[in-house]
């Protein structure tokens, strides 16, 4: 079957409730409702939502199990392959896996129409010890005729992990994030924003606005996020959390970018939005990322897969002060 030209894609923002996996799954069926009403295909939500993201670092194992379930058989996903049955969707959503051998996964589940569902696993998990990270790349063909690929959060700010997802392939990556407004150890990094701005945002828009907006938001994803889809030749539906996060503001900015890292289509809502564009299929070929990954040269390229001595897991990567050189 030969490609679609376009698709009708939507990518959505949402302030979730810690552990309240019944209210964040009902924000879930809304956005549904909505995607199909607008003629959506796909619908894609932030990582964790259905569980809660950044209060996970506090809990101890037992609490972090209690939030864990099954994929595909666990409630969760069941409801979610429900929701995609019924509204005619391709819906991907972020939860806590249970693996049956007892091992717990930062995880985001694509659950389609037909009943298929596919699970990638995040590659470079650090919210808590508790949570192993994955070992695989998640890229699969869809009943749409295009292929999709998953990378959660910090797995799309290694270069490496954008590209393999290309090479294998993935025409549109879905980048389920919970960002922005975290404590960087970078000088020039992220910082965390006063949450005093988000409890005030209605009576003061201009103030939570350019804290969304700026260096701790949007302005930090502008310096890389593009790239990755400029650079791949793939689009990049890019889903965020917003709003309190435990004791973090994240700055949701829901957006689409196309293949040659221009954004489609973006939200700057202060408060849970979604955002719906048609993705023209047919740059892809043509594209400036597709040309020149076919001019790589692989041979020169050992040093990408030799351990230099320096890495460290993702949980102590990321918190980290050790400088680097």
């Keep these: 079957m030969p490609p679609p030209a376009s698709l009708r894609a939507a ?11 019944r209210y964040n799954l009902g924000v879930v069926a809304r956005f549904c409702a909505e995607a ?9 939500f932030p990582e964790m939502c259905v569980t809660g993201y950044w209060h996970v670092h506090t809990l101890d ?11 595909p058989d666990g409630p969760s996903t069941q409801a979610l392959l429900d929701l995609a049955r019924r509204h005619r969707l391709i819906v991907g959503a972020g939860l806590i896996e249970r693996a049956e051998d007892g091992r717990m996964y ?9 009943g298929q569902v596919h699970t990638h696993r995040k590659l470079h998990t650090f919210v808590s010890p508790h949570l192993s990270s994955g070992d695989r790349y998640t890229v699969f063909d869809t009943p749409l005729g295009v292929r999709l690929g998953v990378l959660i959060c910090w797995d799309n700010n290694l270069v490496e992990n954008v590209r393999i997802t290309a090479l294998k392939g993935a025409t549109v990556l879905l980048a389920p994030h919970q960002t922005g407004g975290t ?25 939570i606005q350019a804290a969304l907006r700026g260096p701790n938001g949007r302005e930090w994803l502008m ?16 889903s965020n959390g917003v709003g309190i996060d435990g004791d973090e503001v994240r700055t949701g900015g829901a957006m689409i970018i196309d293949c040659y890292g221009r954004i489609v289509d973006e939200t700057s809502a202060a408060g849970d939005a979604m955002v719906v564009a048609d993705l023209d299929l047919g740059l892809t070929p043509l594209s400036t990322g597709q040309r020149w990954i076919r001019g790589r040269r692989p041979e ?9 001595g320096r890495e460290m897991d993702p949980l102590e990567a990321r918190f980290s002060e050790k400088p680097v050189a």
């Design 11 to 21: 990518t959505v923002q949402f302030e979730h409730a810690p552990g309240d996996k």
């Design 36 to 44: 199909e009403a607008a003629g959506a295909a796909l619908v894609v």
């Design 61 to 71: 194992r037992d609490a972090i199990a209690d939030l864990a379930e099954p994929v």
């Design 106 to 114: 930062n995880a985001y589940v694509v659950c389609m129409p037909d």
């Design 183 to 207: 404590a960087s150890r970078s000088p020039h990094g992220m910082r965390r924003i006063d949450p005093a701005l988000w409890h005030n945002r209605h009576a003061d828009p201009a103030a």
């Design 223 to 238: 310096r890389w996020l593009p790239a990755r889809a400029h650079d791949n030749g793939l689009f990049i539906l890019f």
């Design 300 to 308: 020169l390229y050992a040093d990408l897969v030799t351990p230099s």
